[in-house]
């Protein structure tokens, strides 16, 4: 038998109402908070990913579903969706349209990870990106409205850590400090770390390793390095998220795997996921679009975890949609007569279903039930050869005649919401 790929997992009837739910619940507060929704193609040249996530960060050097084509040009299976988010706005010369330009989008990222508990190889993300914006508000904004959707969904004892990592101005005397700092530890620390000690200092102090991790905390702190205008952000930033009452906890030691972030970063942990407890994360990436060939304008966005959402996320108890009415259309005259109702009915937006199998009553009221219908239409030889229909009250059990030809509208009048 052929499985599915390691990491790939299919989302089945009884998961994707849920999966219904979260979303068009995200899609309402994204529409609310006015972003508009892009889609975006799963597939990109791999040089995107290469130049914005950055060459030595865990997604470039080790993630990346990476191949040929047939006429030997690298693709690569997006890992996030910022990058296509950022190209497909240069491309298409959205930042034209208007001064601000907020964008969301919904779906599946690539990563060739170990498969564990909230980690795959196929995720989901739900992503706001907002460019043309480098002012604090616009920062808390989109973290307001990450903390919103997940509470929404019934996410609860959430922990948001902040940081700020710096602009081009006051980071790299922190990126000097920080390497000499790791050099100094070189064979304590792993291999990975050593390498980052080389290239991209920053990227060690978002580590795996516990090791590595108990030795940073003697590590220098961006926070003393910070120019006036970066301190002045970040303190506005807080300043709104307590404006609105968002508690947040500082961690001056918060650095995101991407390379292109500046000043603002953030993740929102949830209570009991274990190793993989971030929900979402995100921040500012104001030289991005630049660096991608667009114009010089800022970005700030974040990406939810979909599978981690669904761990935490308190949802409704029945979710799939229960049927209005069962038709129970007993011998094939029978069931000819009555459906073109069912049609008209389902047309008119009702949820109908109705047996074509020819079973016996018992068997279709079973099956009735089991759909949680509200009402079962009983249609036999004797009711046709009568005129008339049995409609059966499923929770109560009380039954009524109905009249053939005045069926569609008292079925309507009684089934419309
Ligand atoms: P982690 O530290 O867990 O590897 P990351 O820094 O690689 O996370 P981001 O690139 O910031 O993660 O992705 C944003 C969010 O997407 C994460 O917070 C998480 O909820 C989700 N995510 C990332 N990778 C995976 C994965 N392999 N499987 C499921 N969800 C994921
Ligand atoms: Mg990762």
Redesign the pocket.
Known sequence: MIKAIRGFKDILPGETEKWVYLENLARKFFLNYGFREIRLPVLEKTELFARSIGETT??VEKEMYTFLDRSQESLTLR??ATAGICRAVIENGLYAQAKILKLFTIGP?F?Y?RPQK????Q???LNAEVFGSQVPGTDAEIIILACDILEGGGAKKLKLEINSLGCPKCRPAFRDALQKFLKGLKDKLCEDCRRRAEKNPLRAL?C?NETCQALYNEAPLIEDFWCEECREHFLRVLNDLEIVGLSYQKNPRLV???DYYVRTTF?IKAPNLGA?D?????GRYDGLLKALGGPDLPGVGF???????LLVADLPEELAIKIDLFVAALGEPARQRILPLVHNLRKLGLAVDLDHEGRSLKAQLKQANRLKARYTLIVGENELSENKALLRDMESGVQEEIPLQSLEDSLFKRLKR
């Open positions: 865990d997604i890992p996030e990222m990563r990870e909230g980690r795959l190889r995720f989901h993300q978002d795996k995101r795997g991407l993740e993989q971030t929900v979402a994360a995100g990406a939810i975890g979909m599978e981690r959402f």
